[in-house]
């Protein structure tokens, strides 16, 4: 079993950054690929970075390519995503999600993430 909390999310100005920070509890979190997820007021969720379980490679949906950063820190059972140069259609809720030994090539699909954190709001006014 892994419990996700998120937390970080705010309202910030377009051109900013945000920190989301992700604790885990369980004791198996080396053994989790993890991702971030959101979704936007009348949108689906949708992908936006995850990490392999092994730390080694790291993916991003091409709207935040460049401008966000995913990272995980096993000793602290955390994973971060540093958001820089926000833009407003980043509005959402940003959920963080676990899943165990995710294939690289499938890390973009919710469906293969076995838990899910509550949900973080993130906010980038104009």
């Known amino acids: 079993q892994v419990q996700l909390v998120e937390s970080g999310g705010g309202l910030v100005q377009a051109g900013g950054s945000l920190r989301l920070s992700c604790a885990a509890s369980g004791r198996t979190f080396s053994n989790y690929a993890m991702g971030w997820f959101r979704q936007g007021p009348g949108k689906e969720r949708e992908f936006v970075a995850a990490?392999?379980?092994?730390?080694?490679?790291?993916y991003y949906t091409d709207s935040v390519e460049g401008r966000f950063t995913i990272s995980r820190d096993n000793s602290k059972i955390t994973v971060y995503l540093q958001m820089n140069s926000l833009k407003p259609e980043d509005t959402a809720v940003y959920y963080c999600?676990?899943?165990?030994?995710?294939?690289?090539?499938?890390?973009?699909?919710?469906?293969?993430?076995?838990?899910w954190g509550q949900g973080t709001q993130v906010t980038v006014s104009s």
């Open positions: 990490i392999s379980w092994s730390g080694g490679n790291t």
């Open positions: 999600a676990a899943g165990f030994r995710v294939r690289d090539e499938l890390l973009h699909q919710p469906r293969q993430y076995n838990y």
